[in-house]
């Protein structure tokens, strides 16, 4: 890709950037959220048409007009949010848009899934429909859909985001399998350790311009870090002693049925005090998204009380809650955090609304709406083109999540859920929340962490409670554990037993 340039109204994505991939090679693109990375690849993949530049695949000059165009070239992508059909099948996403006809055999199409499934170790039944499997089971299927058309150009976009670490450590395998297969990869990611562990070269972009192009080998994580934020980067998070207050949410012997209707949790017990942060340990699909759900009012209880600030809050509504002082940092942030379709600045007051000094009477004060959501984008550092009247669904991940995060915290909760916070987001990011996440604490405020990545629950966490499918394993003090003692509980040993 050659002196790439991308402009949208009130922000050039991409300001003349070149990226150079060798076959059989792991190529990493490294930037801040918003630097122009997805733009670049969508336009590789063409979802985006360049406004000037040049492509050439195997050094023919190439116009890449649609995604069909791409498969045609062996181009695939793994997108950062799905492109998948939830009503749907894994088979009928995997094959649409491949099906060959007027008619196609879905049997022989389950058969060579279920064989690539295997080779790889992706662990999918084709026959699974998609909103009945988990995020990082979806995530698995969009890698089937490139693994299925045998692209020898293989784009992940974000791709472990959602991965739990025995996953992710999984899929760079796969990489590595596939790039010394000749198939050229390129990745785009937050995390530098990924990028040290499989990648060979690193291309570095900062604000739709291109930095350079290092050789991974010799860089420094701290020094591609500067690179991508223009500032050195702190990666430990510096916090005093927590000074444990009032119980702010209690969870007594807590039940809840899943969406197959068996139990997802079940007699769960929890205390989260004032001034701590309590990082909840699991691996992805073990009741932790029943757990939340049951927490914020978005799913119903089976049995079982959960007390906010020594109130019974178990069949009060969401908007009670969260005129209570509870906030949600969603899992899913277009499912559950954001109005795609509406203007950030609506997005930003979309719990307040309904009270001063955004309305009066009914009437919605939009100057008052403005300024609120301008402080919010402003402190947080949310990139979009047109300020508060962006569509939310026009943002970058990275940028999306900050929004949220913004409006979670800026609203001052009384308790606030974090799942997965920091989810997308790139290392300046990162440590920008979780100096928030410590403020809310020292603030006297509970905070419940939910989070795949370990280092973030240690990173973080004055206690940390394991959940192993839908049962409270131990709750931990985290400066007298290790995460391979809170692994081992993660798969359901408790603690002092032994693997046999």
Not at 64 to 91: C, R, Y
Not at 173 to 201: F, P, Y
Not at 227 to 251: D, H, N, Q, T, W
Request: hydrophobic fraction near 40%; proline fraction near 3%.
């Amino acid at each position: 890709m050659i002196d790439i340039w991308k402009e949208f109204p009130g922000i050039i994505a991409n300001a003349g950037i070149t990226l150079q991939v060798k076959e059989g090679e792991i190529h990493a693109i490294l930037g801040e959220n918003g630097a122009g990375k997805s733009t670049l690849m969508s336009i590789l993949f063409g979802l985006y048409h360049a406004d000037r530049g040049t492509i050439k695949v195997r050094g023919k000059e190439v116009h890449i007009k649609s995604p069909n165009d791409a498969f045609d070239l062996g181009i695939g992508m793994v997108h950062q949010h799905f492109q998948l059909v939830h009503n749907f099948t894994v088979a009928e996403n995997i094959i649409m848009g491949k099906e060959g006809g007027f008619v196609y055999d879905i049997k022989k199409a389950s058969k060579k899934i279920k064989e690539i499934s295997e080779r790889y170790g992706l662990s999918i039944e084709p026959d699974m429909v998609i909103e009945d499997i988990t995020v990082g089971m979806q995530q698995r299927v969009e890698i089937l859909k490139m693994l299925y058309r045998d692209a020898d150009i293989l784009i992940f976009d974000e791709p472990t985001a959602v991965l739990t670490p025995q996953e992710i450590d999984e899929l760079m395998q796969i990489m590595k399998n596939l790039a010394a297969e000749g198939k050229s990869i390129i990745l785009i990611t937050h995390k530098l350790d990924e990028i040290k562990a499989v990648a060979d070269r690193c291309t570095i972009i900062r604000r739709g311009k291109l930095i350079g192009v290092v050789d991974v080998a010799k860089a420094s994580v701290e020094d591609m870090a500067a690179a991508m934020v223009g500032r050195p980067v702190s990666f430990k998070v510096e916090k005093a002693p927590c000074r444990i207050g009032r119980p702010i949410l209690e969870i007594e012997n807590l039940s809840v049925m899943n969406s197959k209707k068996v139990l997802g949790v079940k007699n769960f017990s929890l205390t989260v005090n004032g001034g701590e942060i309590v990082g909840l340990a699991g691996v992805d699909g073990n009741g932790q998204t029943e757990l939340v759900e049951a927490i914020t009012g978005l799913r119903k209880v089976d049995s079982g009380t959960i007390k906010f600030n020594g109130r019974d809050i178990t069949n009060l509504s969401i908007a009670e809650r969260n005129a209570m002082g509870l906030g949600h940092i969603p899992e899913d942030r277009q499912k559950r955090g954001l109005i795609l379709s509406a203007p950030l600045s609506s997005n930003m007051v979309i719990k307040e609304f309904r009270h001063r000094p955004f309305s009066n009477h009914g009437i919605l004060d939009y100057p008052a709406i403005r300024e609120y959501s301008e402080e919010i984008i402003e402190k947080f550092d949310v990139r979009s083109g047109e300020g508060v009247d962006s569509l939310a669904g026009k943002l970058s991940g990275g940028n999306q999540q900050k929004a949220i995060i913004g409006r979670e915290i800026t609203s001052d909760p009384d308790l606030l859920i974090a799942v997965q916070p920091t989810r997308g987001l790139d290392v300046g990011a990162i440590e920008y929340i979780h100096k928030q996440l410590v403020e809310e604490r020292d603030k006297g405020k509970a905070v419940l962490l939910v989070s795949f990545e370990l280092d973030e629950i240690f990173n973080l966490s004055d206690r940390i409670a394991v959940i192993s499918s839908g049962k409270l394993i131990d709750i931990v003090d985290t400066a007298s554990t290790d995460e391979h003692s809170v692994g081992l509980m993660m798969a359901g040993i408790r603690k002092g037993e032994s693997d046999e």
